[in-house]
Antibody
Framework: EVQLVESGGDSVQPGGSLRLSCAAS????????MTWVRQAPGKGLEWVSG????????YYADSARGRFSISRDNSKNTLYLQMSGLRAEDTAVYYC??????????????WGKGTTVTVSS | QTVVTQEPSFSVSPGGTVTLTCGLS?????????PSWYQQTPGQAPRTLIY???TRSSGVPDRFSGSILGNKAALTITGAQADDECDYYC??????????FGGGTKLTVL
């Protein structure tokens, strides 16, 4: 069974940093691109960042570019999102989602259950 | 930046049929956008219903179907049931490694 389990969410002060992780199982992790999607309280879904299966290509939404860094460790079947310069508007549930391709394109087909990030003083 | 538009809310009677749509603020939806639909109940992660316009995800009942109607992607639910009452999101692949989600449709079954 394909499974994605996020962790690392926490409450942090504005300007702080946090690293999220997403442990993958049930599929050949390196053969698929991965993404992060977030959902602020009471709001809709927002794509944040994506990374190719090899890790060579990364992409960011404007809201994340320059502050967030996506990476992956294919030997550990784990996806990461390093977040810095956190703002109140980054408060959200962060989901990792598998892409149905080795490249960062197409379809987001499997989702984790999410991890919660709260940015507040 | 292109905005993906969805009806904010929709209502359907039990057993009825409803079609939710997903459009673009600029241009028409095509298969190259890989339009996909997700179902989300409160406090839960999104569940993939339809991907690549009209492919049902594993385990999704065939009363959920996807298509392109005119210049929009569409999700049709036939024989609506009470537990279909939740939020539905569409997403479009916009190229350059990025996706844009619609604002979601809150479906009421009454």
């Amino acid at each position: 069974e394909v499974q994605l389990v996020e962790s690392g969410g926490d409450s942090v002060q504005p300007g702080g940093s946090l690293r999220l992780s997403c442990a993958a199982s049930g599929f050949t992790f390196s053969s698929y691109a991965m993404t992060w999607v977030r959902q602020a309280p009471g709001k809709g879904l927002e794509w944040v960042s994506g990374i190719s299966g090899s890790g060579d290509s990364t992409y960011y939404a404007d809201s994340a570019r320059g502050r967030f860094s996506i990476s992956r460790d294919n030997s550990k079947n784990t996806l990461y999102l390093q977040m810095s310069g956190l703002r109140a508007e980054d408060t959200a549930v962060y989901y990792c989602a598998k892409v149905r391709s080795i490249m960062v394109r197409g379809v987001l087909d499997v989702w984790g259950k999410g991890t919660t990030v709260t940015v507040s003083s | 930046q292109t905005v993906v538009t969805q009806e904010p809310s929709f209502s359907v009677s039990p057993g009825g049929t409803v079609t939710l749509t997903c459009g673009l603020s600029s241009g028409s939806v095509s298969t190259s956008h890989f339009p996909s639909w997700y179902q989300q109940t409160p406090g839960q992660a999104p569940r993939t219903l339809i991907y690549s316009t009209d492919t049902r995800s594993s385990g999704v009942p065939d009363r959920f179907s996807g298509s392109i109607l005119g210049n929009k992607a569409a999700l049709t639910i036939t024989g609506a049931q009470a537990d279909d009452e939740c939020d539905y999101y569409c997403v479009m692949y916009m190229g350059g490694g990025s996706w844009v989600f619609g604002g979601g449709t809150k479906l009421t079954v009454l």
